[in-house]
């Protein structure tokens, strides 16, 4: 199958146009990628959208294994999409869940973010009823651990 620049298949992404939605629109990509989560186990579908510094857009959503450590979040997709495609910065981040409140990422998603973006790329936080929490990397990981900090004797 063809992946289009954003990440989206060709006809994911013709079939989005037709219902109005553009895929630069993060929002949009990461509820509409949110549908598609395998998550038997726990129910909890989570979305993410990333904008490269190239202005790409790509996708990921949780995937859940009955061996639970074995999945795979929603951002470290998204995240492996864009290397998969050939880029490395990220610029902008979008996650959505079916939850009261917009759910921060994981530990280890944060760190993943940090390796792939500056303190001050933008992350929004969302929930499917509409609710919104604006924040940045280095807020979400204050002293991220680097590759600055493996210079050295």
């Not at 609710?131 to 900090?149: N, Y």
């Amino acid at each position: 199958m063809f992946l289009a620049s954003n990440g989206y298949s060709r006809e994911h992404d013709i079939a989005m146009k037709k219902k109005g939605l553009e895929m630069k629109d993060l929002r949009a990509a990461a509820s509409a990628v949110r549908k598609n989560a395998h998550a038997p186990y726990s129910a909890f579908k989570v979305g993410a959208a990333i904008r490269s510094d190239s202005g790409a857009v790509y996708i990921g959503c949780n995937v859940e294994n009955v061996a639970y450590p074995e999945g795979t979040c929603a951002e470290a997709g998204a995240i492996a999409a864009m290397v998969a495609a050939g880029e490395t910065t990220l610029a902008e981040v979008y996650v959505i869940a079916g939850s009261p409140s917009p759910v921060p990422p994981c530990g280890g998603c944060r760190q993943k973010l940090a390796e792939f973006g500056g303190g001050d790329v933008p992350v929004t936080l969302a929930t499917v009823s509409g609710e919104e929490f604006r924040t940045t990397i280095g807020d979400l990981l204050p002293g991220a651990f680097g590759a600055a900090h493996m210079s050295g004797e």
